[in-house]
């Protein structure tokens, strides 16, 4: 019996009396996966440019999403993940400015192969010095991060709605609860373009002390809250019943990219975290709430970033076909709504 046995009306509660709880934590891919850009990433970039009055002739579609291709591999190599490393030296602006380089670089390398088109175009490093209309930038960065730029696959919101029902009805077996996150090779916008396609997403993130929270990016958050807000109430059967996603790890948060084991494993960390103070503030007996039983799934478009990197990780996985993607040698899904069968949930 435990030192300080805890009583439930008359009952004493012992280690050997308290079944193990069954935990799942289900965490998806973002980009492509949840939601994507809509129209194109070349399309919108083009009607914005056209809204500001660059030339509809030599801003098309098609020139962007090739200089688009080449500046984003280009960022990519020169600061990785957003510039982090170099943002922890104080030595860059973090993903709104790599953003806007993207953007100054993709219509510069338009722009200047219209000017001379007989001469081939290097992308410019001083994305700095490219003139563009005044508030166009500002704008597709706002555009990109909340209303206007994605929408969500037909099968996300039908899969949230069902999962929403089961965990305030808490009946998900054969899980006591269950724990839904996303896990994206992105910077903090991803929240918020969650908020805004409709979905009711917790606090939590890749990590809750104050030198990740005070890395500089698109969300703001106060560095004296706690963790995760209790002011809602708690149920024994799922993390949060009044969100939808509970926690949202980005690889600029957590300091690597999928298939980096690391990311998935900070994920892991911030359910655990996340279940351990539920615990305290709900009904689970306090100091018993090591006594899950957790099952890690990840969902993702990218066979090699989500499907490898998860399993790799110690996770089960399944592949998400979209939009007519290649067969992989895994376990594929083709909507969202299959995981209730494949997972047994609600059976």
């Known amino acids: 019996m435990l030192s300080n046995p805890l009583h439930r009306g008359a009952r004493t509660i012992t280690q050997s ?82 953003w806007e380089e993207v953007i100054r670089g993709s219509f510069g390398q338009v722009l200047a192969s219209e000017e001379n088109e007989n001469n081939v175009q290097s992308i410019s490093p001083d994305y700095g010095q490219l003139d563009l209309p ?25 899969f949230f709605a069902r999962m929403r029902e089961l965990r305030a009805s808490s009946n998900s077996s054969p899980f006591d609860r269950i724990v839904l996150g996303v896990i994206s090779n992105s910077d903090d916008r991803v929240p918020a373009v969650l908020k805004a396609l409709g979905l009711r997403v917790g606090d939590t993130r890749a990590d809750q002390d104050r030198s990740s929270m005070e890395l500089p990016g698109f969300e703001e958050r106060d560095s004296s809250q706690e963790p995760q807000s209790q002011t809602a109430a708690t149920t024994y059967f799922g993390a949060r019943p009044d969100v939808d996603i509970d926690l949202v790890i980005t690889s600029y948060e957590a300091g690597e990219e999928k ?84 997972l047994k949930i609600g059976s």
Not at 135 to 157: I, K, P, Q, S
Not at 276 to 299: C, F, K, N
């Open 259 to 342: 298939p980096n084991k690391l990311i998935f494993d900070v994920a892991k960390r911030q359910a655990q975290l996340l279940v351990r103070q539920d615990g305290q503030q709900g009904s689970t007996p306090a100091g018993l709430e090591d006594t899950d039983d957790w099952t890690y799934v990840h969902i993702g478009d990218d066979y090699q970033k989500d499907y490898v990197g998860a399993t790799r990780a110690g996770w089960q996985s399944y592949f998400l076909e979209r939009n007519g993607s290649e067969e992989c040698p895994s376990r594929t899904i083709r909507s969202l709504l299959e995981l209730f069968t494949e």
């Open 134 to 158: 005044s508030g166009m930038v500002e704008t597709l960065l706002n555009r990109f991060a909340g209303h206007g730029g994605y929408t969500l696959y037909d099968d996300v919101a039908p």
């Open 17 to 98: 009396s308290i079944r193990r709880r069954r935990t799942l934590l289900l965490t998806f891919d973002a980009f492509e996966t949840l939601f994507y850009p809509h129209p194109s990433v070349p399309d919108q970039y083009a009607a914005i440019g056209h809204e500001f009055g660059l030339s509809r002739t030599a801003v098309t579609p098609d020139k962007l999403k090739a200089a688009f291709k080449d500046v984003y591999r280009l960022k990519s190599k020169q600061n990785p993940n957003y510039g982090r490393a170099d943002v922890l030296k104080g030595q860059y602006g973090g993903p709104k400015q790599w």
